[in-house]
């Protein structure tokens, strides 16, 4: 069973969900995790798409940090069916407790799937947040921020930040998140060059602490759904068992949201 745990959808900004389901069934997916995108904090079109198809999509919301009260917005999210929460790792809270939302969501038991830099990642500052909620689960997206092709960053972050970021797999409540091969590839498809990275991750992390997303539809500009796919498990199958792949690309998704 495959799962992709990175879609955006929206009416007004990216697709519709009737696009993505079509993706989905072209592709073999059973399920996917909606992530709110960062344009907006509206979180109501993601909720409404998981409560119209019951058991296949799973929700990753948005709440203003800034705001004071955003640990009871993000408590009225989880009671409307969110399962995570997106924060980048430089977020911090107003007021006494710079861990607030974090705090948060660790106390109504959802995940929180974190964005940002590679040098936000690297830092000894996030490494103590991660440290000081053990409970919380931690998705890691983007290859830890080496994702340059999907952030527009204007360079490859240096691999020695890679290298830091990866000894957040010393937390077992950390997960790392992969996408297709086009994120840390220069275009043109199929890319002459592939750093390691994805293998670097596995070897640090393991398939029963890493997931795969696409991040459709940004993924079109790229080398498109299929491919973020399937190159992406064929490009993996030298050094991955199939068992591994696996769990990459389905178990471990299985273990972190329930689809309910």
């Given at each position: 069973m495959i799962v992709d745990t990175h879609v955006h959808i929206g009416l007004n900004h990216y697709e519709p969900v009737?696009?993505?389901?079509?993706?989905?069934?072209?592709?073999?997916?059973a399920k996917t995790v909606l992530v709110q995108s960062t344009a907006t904090l509206d979180n109501s079109y993601v909720l409404e798409s998981k409560a119209r198809f019951p058991?296949?999509?799973?929700?990753?919301?948005?709440?203003?940090?800034?705001?004071?009260?955003?640990?009871?917005t993000l408590e009225g999210l989880r009671d409307a069916g969110a399962e995570t929460v997106?924060?980048?790792?430089?977020?911090?809270?107003?007021?006494?407790?710079?861990l607030a939302v974090w705090r948060?969501?660790?106390?109504?038991?959802?995940?929180?799937?974190?964005?940002?830099?590679?040098?936000?990642?690297?830092?000894?500052?996030?490494?103590?947040?991660?440290?000081?909620?053990p409970s919380l689960t931690v998705i890691i997206e983007h290859l830890a921020g080496m994702g340059i092709h999907a952030?527009?960053?204007?360079?490859?972050?240096?691999?020695?930040?890679?290298?830091?970021?990866?000894t957040l797999s010393r937390y077992p409540n950390t997960v790392i998140k992969i996408h297709g091969m086009g994120e840390i590839s220069a275009p043109p498809f199929p890319y002459r060059h592939i750093p390691p990275y994805v293998q670097m991750a596995y070897d640090a992390?393991?398939?029963?602490?890493?997931?795969?997303?696409?991040?459709w539809p940004?993924?079109?500009?790229r080398e498109g759904y299929r491919n973020a796919l399937r190159y992406t498990i064929e490009q993996m199958t030298s050094w991955c068992p199939p068992a591994d792949l696996d769990q990459i690309f389905g178990g471990t998704s299985l273990r972190l949201w329930q689809f309910a």
């Amino acid at each position: 069973m495959i799962v992709d745990t990175h879609v955006h959808i929206g009416l007004n900004h990216y697709e519709p969900v009737e696009l993505l389901l079509a993706q989905m069934e072209l592709n073999d997916v059973a399920k996917t995790v909606l992530v709110q995108s960062t344009a907006t904090l509206d979180n109501s079109y993601v909720l409404e798409s998981k409560a119209r198809f019951p058991g296949r999509l799973s929700v990753v919301c948005r709440v203003d940090v800034d705001d004071p009260a955003a640990p009871d917005t993000l408590e009225g999210l989880r009671d409307a069916g969110a399962e995570t929460v997106r924060l980048r790792n430089f977020h911090r809270s107003p007021g006494n407790d710079p861990l607030a939302v974090w705090r948060a969501a660790a106390n109504l038991g959802m995940s929180v799937s974190v964005g940002g830099p590679a040098a936000g990642f690297a830092s000894p500052e996030f490494s103590n947040l991660v440290a000081e909620l053990p409970s919380l689960t931690v998705i890691i997206e983007h290859l830890a921020g080496m994702g340059i092709h999907a952030i527009g960053a204007p360079a490859m972050p240096d691999a020695s930040l890679f290298r830091t970021a990866l000894t957040l797999s010393r937390y077992p409540n950390t997960v790392i998140k992969i996408h297709g091969m086009g994120e840390i590839s220069a275009p043109p498809f199929p890319y002459r060059h592939i750093p390691p990275y994805v293998q670097m991750a596995y070897d640090a992390f393991g398939p029963e602490r890493m997931v795969w997303g696409s991040d459709w539809p940004r993924v079109a500009n790229r080398e498109g759904y299929r491919n973020a796919l399937r190159y992406t498990i064929e490009q993996m199958t030298s050094w991955c068992p199939p068992a591994d792949l696996d769990q990459i690309f389905g178990g471990t998704s299985l273990r972190l949201w329930q689809f309910a």
